[in-house]
């Protein structure tokens, strides 16, 4: 730690998931994790009137239950670090409003629920908060009015496209606790390689995850076999072909551990939804709702989770600059005394 | 530290401040601080061809003049927390694109400077890195352009309304220093009374401003006159009064020691700005320009900085939301070993 050629920044006393806890629209609940997310609401509108506030109400939900399902006192609760994909950051701002909690607002695109968990970990293990969580969403319907077209348009979708998912994880960190554990956790640098195509973000992101995964093998000297699942957040079908064999060019092969947050979401045949889903609210709910409860019931030991985040705006890309990407790295592993005790 | 009922966060080993740098528009150079501001730009466009691209521009200049003014080796920079106003946080994506350092994007508004000097700080006490940068911008024409009217449509200005500073600041926090030291951070939590006037910004952030004070005073039991300067970001005339008013009620009478960045940075007779001004630039560069360059040659010993965000959306507003603020702490010390050593 403290060394400006390290990257990698391994947690002392690493912090433990306590609670954790995934709420979904139809589209969701319909595809092939459906039956592990906490809470769906048929409608999509989770009971508001603009697709905002369902947003909002979206993520409340989420915050709710996690803190229920790990029994914790919303009492307890010391920060929370959130961020969403809406201009200024509302679905998190308004929807957490009602805990009257220190708030951190993040925004890394589809990457915001890693960084929020990279932080409130790396706090946690200084000793700055026993309990903080970390929470972020996305909903179609807000997602398309705002990068897109509102939905009533019916403007049609290019094969590269991703699907934002309408979803929502929120993740309760605490200095104590039985797994799974953030062990390590590494922000990303803003790689941009000059992609340009709105329809293709997972081409886009995918520099940007290949950047962080060979620096995180290189610093650790761990290989991909080490782990029984590496995560990306949500590169869809063409960014995880593209990491998958570039990665396999550095030296890196992937193949039997690799998968991505995109593509587990949505039914590969069933459901239409092009490259995978995407958003801010796709990796929060497949981790919150599927992975750390797999590892909390023995189905894996160590998973590695990389969120990419697309740092454009529609207006950049009218302006004729290109995509830039992200992506942060957190280490989840239900081995707390393996690496990093406390020394 | 730790525990759920305190807010404060005391830094072990205060990090210190060793670089900072403002760069601004003409009139925040025509302004009272205008010559103690590293790098100005008559025409508002740093050279790009969109106001947008401008603004990244600066957030590049500051945080390179903030380099070179600590003397600091680019390379030993080793995270950057920043953030600005414009959707998707574009401004600082695209702007500190080139320096290739762990990017951690916030959201917090006006708030945001202090949001990412809190977490550098932070990060940097817990041992996580030696050296991080803390960046913040915002740009009225493209504010204007976002979030009022593009300025071809002249639109007039509410008497209560404030002026988005063209500014941007950098500073450079160091495990290692002669201080400005870093000693205690507050994070905000989210405060909504019910205020739902866009051009009255003022009033709109002033309880959050005040809820943070409070809490600060009443935990670490010091008083107003502690500080030879208590510091709101930028609540302008009409938040500053109030903050003023209410905080007496309260028990605190800060008259003596209390300004506000927003009316720090215009003067006031003769710059037509309402209000004061505004934006995550204007406290971002009346701290690295103006505060932190007089604290190190001994003007200020103490200051207290409570940087204020208002975190709606111009289409939240249009759905009948009102509007929530948020007030982070930030205490800016020469005293290193008064309070924080290590135990």
Redesign the interface.
Known sequence: ????DV?V?SLKNPPSAVGFAAAVGQKEYEGPLGSEFDLHDETGTFGMD?W??SESEMQRLALNLALSRGKCDP?????VFA?D??????SS??G??GF??????????CSTFA?ASM?AS??I???????AAAVSSSHFCSAER?FRFPLEYGGQRAPTAQWTATAAGALILC?EGKGPYITEV?????V?KGINDINNMGAAMAPAAIDSLCTYFTETGKKPDDFDLILTGDLGLEGHAITLTLMKNQGFDMTRVYNDCGLLLYGKESQDVHCGGSGCGCSASVICGHILKGMASGKWKNVLYLAT?A??????LK?G?AI?G?AHLVHFSMDRSGENSDA
Request: aromatic residues 10%; hydrophobic residues 40%; glycine residues 12%.
């Open positions: 730690m403290g060394d400006a990257r920044l603009t905002e506030k009492a307890s609760l010391e920060a961020g994909l809406m201009n200024q950051c509302t701002a308004y957490l409003l009257g909690k220190p708030y951190f607002g993040l925004y890394g695109a960084e932080l790396a706090m293990s200084a000793g700055y908060f026993q309990k705002q200095k590494m922000p990303g640098v803003i941009d985040g740092l454009m705006s529609p207006n950049s302006q600059a830039p992200i």
